[in-house]
């Protein structure tokens, strides 16, 4: 009888636990959802206050744009011939789709470089210079980078549309790689964008803006989303450039204007594709042995320096 009412209690004070933890979890599930609410309905522009995280103005005109498809371009033999007529330089094509040329003389350049000179540089010494947008310079390998443009705006770091001007240690151009997309063809209709506030947006859900951090551009282009052989699709996406508060230096993110996709922009690694794949391409180069030597020492030096960067880091 004794034992029989000792199990009783015990049955007893564990169903008043299991209310009492019961309850304890049902309140602390209500007051996160509370305030994961409330989060939700605080806007956005004063969640970014709250963190002083600035947006410049960053309206545009661009409100819908489709998929587009594109193959590498071959360069056609009226193409070559104008090519072999530019002046101061001696310039191969490779497989019909790359070209590399060297400078007879190394081409000064400005330390400062402006819109004008790289207008001027590209008008006096490449094909299709108006189809070639200037990115920037990567100043560890001394690269001159262009993206080429489609429908007016530029694909970013893509292999088959890029213009690289390789310096020597004066800021001297002495040669340059170059290849090129064909004509754009669309890929279904057009679409409406995401605006770029919706861009902003998800960069901060994602945990890619930090306090302090300053929106200074968003701009249209295009990013490789389909890659196959002979046949790419790129996105209209949009590049938004952040500038840090305590050294003003700027991290660039891509973000796809129709699906909101967070894209990479490792430019290092995409230099070093890049090298790789030219130096391939050059050594397959028949005829001037110069040339080709030159190239390939000043290229083999890249990727030396670059690996003893690596391993110093």
């Not at 009783?8 to 004070?13: K, Q």
């Not at 859900?205 to 930090?210: A, M």
């Not at 300053?214 to 996105?235: C, D, M, P």
Request: aromatic share 10%; glycine share 4%; net charge negative.
């Amino acid at each position: 009888m004794q034992w029989s009412q000792i199990k009783t209690l015990f049955i007893l004070c564990f169903l008043v636990l299991n209310i009492f933890l019961s309850i304890q979890f049902i309140s602390k599930q209500k007051e996160a959802d509370i305030g994961e609410l409330d989060n939700e309905e605080i806007p956005f522009e004063d969640r970014l206050e709250s963190e002083r995280i600035k947006v410049k103005d960053i309206e545009t005109d661009v409100k819908e744009a489709s998929y587009i498809k594109a193959s590498q371009k071959d360069f056609t033999t009226t193409e070559q011939k104008a090519l072999a007529k530019l002046k101061d330089q001696d310039a191969k094509v490779i497989s019909n789709n790359f070209i590399i040329s060297k400078f007879d003389d190394p081409v000064s350049l400005p330390s400062q470089l402006k819109k004008d000179d790289l207008d001027r540089f590209m008008k006096d010494h490449t094909l299709f210079p108006d189809d070639f947008a200037y990115w920037g310079s990567n100043k560890e390998m001394n690269v001159l980078i262009f993206f080429q443009e489609q429908k007016g705006f530029p694909v970013y770091f893509n292999q088959h549309g890029l213009l690289l001007v390789y310096l020597n240690d004066k800021n001297e151009a002495v040669f340059y790689t170059q290849t090129m997309l064909d004509d754009p063809e669309p890929q279904g209709e057009k679409k409406t964008l995401n605006k770029p506030k919706q861009a902003v947006e998800t960069l901060y859900k994602r945990n890619h803006l930090y306090p302090g951090d300053e929106v200074t551009g968003v701009e249209i282009g295009y990013y490789t989303r389909i890659l196959s052989e002979g046949l790419q699709v790129f996105a209209p996406t949009w590049k938004v450039s952040v500038k840090e508060e305590k050294d003003d230096h700027v991290r660039v993110y891509f973000v796809n204007a129709i699906e909101g996709l967070v894209l990479d922009s490792e430019d290092i690694e995409f230099l070093e594709t890049a090298i790789e794949d030219n130096t391939r391409k050059v050594r397959v180069l028949d005829g001037d042995s110069k040339m080709k030597e030159t190239i390939l020492s000043h290229l083999k030096q890249m990727t030396d320096e670059d690996s003893n960067r690596s391993e110093e880091k």
